[in-house]
T-cell receptor, first 115, second 116 residues
Framework: DVKVTQSSRYLVKRTGEKVFLECVQDMDHENMFWYRQDPGLGLRLIYF???????EKGDIPEGYSVSREKKERFSLILESASTNQTSMYLC??????????????FGPGTRLTVL | AQKVTQAQTEISVVEKEDVTLDCVYE???????LFWYKQPPSGELVFLIRRNSFDEQNEISGRYSWNFQKSTSSFNFTITASQVVDSAVYFCALSAYQTGANNLFFGTGTRLTVIP
């Protein structure tokens, strides 16, 4: 069974704090993704990683960084949280392209509130 | 450019009614995948189906069916005999290999409410 877990379901932080969102997958997938979801905007890609220590910017990387030290773990970092980063954050993982594992599977999401 | 449009923002139906969720996509790529995901109130995005651009066969899975028509760039989703548990936000998504398959382009979602 596919399993993507995220460290917290709900998180409340203050403006200026450094925030870490953790994502772990147990499917040995090469690719991992971070999205944010906002009402009326759908899901937008922040960053993705196609291998350990490799990353690429998505559509809205400003204000975020990522870390992938191990294949199964992909972290999203808010260096200095701001109120406009209040959102639902979703992590996903995917196997290699071109085979049946190229579907993205999502974690349960972390609802982050920045006060 | 890739784009997915779900024109229906919200739909309400009475239990046991059939309902169709519309999805229209745009891409210039010849090889692409289309997806449907369900997001129940718990928040997790649940994968429902993947379709590649070379397979226009319709698919049925229990009460769910999907109609893929390349001629109209549509990939519509029908729930037959809806149930309260079908209440969720449904997203259609597209990934196109030539222009960056790592990008999964989502529509803005359709919120389905099934009234008992």
């Amino acid at each position: 069974d596919v399993k993507v877990t995220q460290s917290s379901r709900y998180l409340v932080k203050r403006t200026g704090e450094k925030v870490f969102l953790e994502c772990v997958q147990d499917m040995d997938h090469e690719n991992m993704f971070w999205y944010r979801q906002d009402p009326g905007l759908g899901l937008r890609l922040i960053y993705f990683s196609y291998d350990v220590k490799m990353k690429e910017k998505g559509d809205i990387p400003e204000g975020y960084s990522v870390s992938r030290e191990k294949k199964e773990r992909f972290s999203l970092i808010l260096e200095s949280a701001s109120t406009n980063q209040t959102s639902m954050y979703l992590c996903a993982s995917r196997g290699q392209l071109g085979v049946s594992t190229d579907t993205q599977y999502f974690g349960p999401g972390t609802r982050l509130t920045v006060l | 450019a890739q784009k997915v449009t779900q024109a229906q923002t919200e739909i309400s139906v009475v239990e046991k009614e059939d309902v169709t969720l519309d999805c229209v996509y745009e891409t210039r790529d010849t090889t692409y995948y289309l997806f449907w995901y369900k997001q129940p109130p718990s928040g997790e995005l649940v994968f429902l189906i993947r379709r590649n651009s070379f397979d226009e066969q319709n698919e049925i899975s229990g009460r769910y069916s999907w109609n893929f028509q390349k001629s109209t760039s549509s990939f519509n989703f029908t729930i037959t005999a809806s149930q309260v548990v079908d209440s969720a936000v449904y997203f259609c998504a597209l990934s196109a290999y030539q222009t960056g398959a790592n990008n999964l382009f989502f529509g803005t979602g359709t919120r389905l409410t099934v009234i008992p």
